[in-house]
């Protein structure tokens, strides 16, 4: 991605299903431009959680476009995009191991200082 990446995010007229016939996403347009900050709030299923992973390409779409900075995110590397965008759970997990290592698993190389 070139140094001047400017992040704007935009679902165009997106479907989506998880292979099981049944459509999460139906034609949804959608614009977050740089700054912006955007709650998506819904019931549950209703395909919030699927949206955030759509961005961070977790899934590719059926139909339609998810772009950043104007590509289509089918078109940026996996590694590139992963190292701007990042999907959170929902529900936190540690493994069975200190906190220290927990966190370490995310930065080996940090530091205490950091």
């Known amino acids: 991605m070139p140094q001047t990446f400017q992040p704007r995010v935009e679902v165009k007229h997106v479907f989506f299903d998880y292979g099981d016939g049944h459509a999460v996403l139906e034609g949804l347009d959608l614009r977050i431009e740089v700054g912006e900050k955007v709650a998506l709030v819904g019931v549950s299923g209703s395909g919030k959680s699927t949206i955030a992973k759509l961005i961070a390409r977790l899934y590719d779409v059926g139909d339609g476009a998810v772009c950043i900075g104007g590509t289509d995110v089918r078109h940026i590397q996996l590694q590139s995009l992963r190292t701007k965008v990042c999907y959170l759970m929902q529900e936190p997990m540690l493994f069975d191991r200190s906190?220290?290592?927990?966190?370490?698993?995310?930065?080996?190389?940090?530091?205490?200082?950091k």
């Open 99 to 113: 906190l220290r290592e927990n966190l370490l698993l995310g930065n080996p190389g940090a530091t205490e200082g």
